[in-house]
């Protein structure tokens, strides 16, 4: 009589694969979202920069936040500056006790720094009426001349002129800088990039040999290193402050760790673990793509960098997604094979 037939483990280990795979995707996503909480703007057609900051460059420093298009001015303590506001009336005032606000300035109300309810004053001469926003000497704001003119075309590289009139312990002076314009690569070429992947991941579907599953696993593991890179990169970028910016390498070590524990561990979960790097791969490149296609990228690595970071994470990302999931729904589909009936084999030599 023939032994039992006992049920195989692998549904067991399969169920964990992939239940270890879907915590790593977990702990994946809110990584990524917190490299780029710090940073609205990733990726612009148009920078501003600082050319000139007036006669006493020790007394007054600007910078331009351009992820924000903020500027930021920083004073000596010692000094008194006003700086002017869009149509010439006192707008903000640094001096040794902090920097103040004209809650009657047109700027101060349309860039809502004043006190809520404050009427601008209608000449600029008015008197001023200041209000505490800081004690320290240095603050940021948004000040629209730096942008272009909305409704008018630009060429490419410095394409115009900008200029803050603020007044020095009495002396007038003024920030100037220029506006520079620029165009990212054309969306085709990465339309293309992402139609071979797709290609890829199909034929890599259809072949059921381990090379091919090596394969995918190796798209996988360089999706993810290009999406850690795509995300510490712009998580550093100019205008984050260093204190934010740290906060996201604890999470992307934790995903780092668990990824490499998951696959060296759990040899059953790595095609779950590989599909699901892949997939959280890709979303993070195209939660960026905008460095794909706009001229400038704000970035503490060269452009050239982070586009081959966020055009990898995707293509990659999406050959192993893709792939591991076709090939997943394709073996479930398939009908299962029946046991051959066991044959009782009578000794030879022996009748009855």
Not at 139 to 144: I, N, Q, V, Y
């Amino acid at each position: 009589m023939a032994a039992p037939v006992r049920p195989a483990a692998r549904p067991r280990l399969g169920r964990l694969a992939v239940a270890g795979a879907t915590a790593l995707a977990a702990l994946c996503l809110p990584a990524s979202a917190q490299a780029h909480a710090t940073s609205l703007v990733t990726s612009l057609d148009f920078v501003a920069r600082v050319v000139s900051t007036g006669r006493e460059p020790s007394v007054v420093r600007a910078r331009i936040d351009d992820g924000d298009r903020k500027l930021e001015l920083q004073v000596e303590g010692s000094h008194t500056v006003i700086v002017l506001g869009y149509a010439g009336e006192p707008f903000l005032r640094f001096s040794s006790a902090g920097v103040d606000v004209n809650d009657r300035s047109p700027t101060a109300v349309a860039d809502k720094l004043a006190r809520g309810g404050s009427a601008p004053a209608l000449a600029p001469g008015a008197a001023a009426h200041w209000s505490r926003l800081t004690a320290g000497h240095r603050f940021a704001w948004h000040d629209h001349r730096l942008g272009p003119v909305p409704g008018r075309s630009y060429g490419d590289g410095a394409v115009a002129t900008w200029s803050i009139p603020f007044v020095v312990d009495g002396k007038p002076d003024r920030i100037t800088g220029r506006l520079w314009h620029g165009q990212g690569p054309p969306l085709e070429i990465w339309l293309a990039l992402f139609g071979l992947a797709l290609a890829a991941a199909a034929i890599l579907s259809r072949q059921r040999s381990d090379r091919a599953v090596r394969t995918a696993l190796v798209c996988a593991g360089i999706a993810g290193v290009a999406a850690e890179v795509l995300s510490v990169g712009l998580s550093f970028g100019p205008g984050v402050p260093a204190s934010t910016a740290w906060e996201s390498v604890p999470a992307s070590i934790a995903v780092a760790t668990t990824a490499v524990a998951v696959f060296v561990r759990l040899p059953q979960a790595r095609r779950a673990l590989a599909g699901l790097v892949g997939l959280v791969a890709a979303l993070v490149g195209l939660g960026d793509s905008g460095v794909l296609v706009h001229g400038y990228v704000i970035s503490s690595l060269p452009a050239a960098v982070i586009r081959a970071a966020a055009a990898t994470a995707v293509s990659a990302g999406l050959v192993a997604a893709v792939s591991i999931a076709v090939r997943h729904l394709a073996g479930s589909s398939a009908p299962p094979r029946r046991a051959r009936p066991a044959r009782l084999s009578v000794p030879r030599g022996r009748s009855r």
